[in-house]
């Protein structure tokens, strides 16, 4: 993806979202986003698409094995988590003070 349009997401690391489809669909538990790859439209979510990995020992894993991580989704199956209402919510950006927040269109309150 070239970097001269650079896609905006409104999912930040760190934020708190509901995954909206796929197979860990659950529209009520938040769970938090750990990574956002811009470049892939995909953010890695905690406890979301996990994936066996098979490592080779190595000097910081020196047994090796299977691990279990996340893997990335895409980030149009999340939604951010609206605490107010207790559900997924769309978001605009509005600017205040010359500064650009994310308000959530459900509550109207700031996330």
Do not use: F
């Given at each position: 993806m070239s970097n001269r349009f650079k896609p905006k997401f409104n999912i930040k690391k760190g934020?708190?979202?509901v995954v909206i489809a796929g197979d860990d669909k659950d529209l009520k538990k938040p769970r938090k986003v750990l990574e956002v790859i811009v470049d892939k439209a995909k953010v890695?979510?905690?406890?979301?698409?996990?994936?066996?990995?098979?490592?080779?020992?190595?000097?910081?894993?020196t047994k090796g094995g299977i691990v279990k991580v996340e893997a990335p989704i895409a980030i149009s199956n999340v939604m951010l988590w609206d605490a107010k209402t207790g559900g997924p919510a769309k978001v605009k950006?509005?600017?205040?003070?010359?500064?650009?927040?994310?308000v959530s269109k459900k509550s109207g309150e700031a996330i």
């Open positions: 934020d708190n979202v890695i979510v905690e406890g979301v698409n996990i994936v066996t990995k098979h490592t080779k020992p190595s000097a910081q894993n950006r509005t600017r205040e003070n010359g500064k650009l927040i994310r």
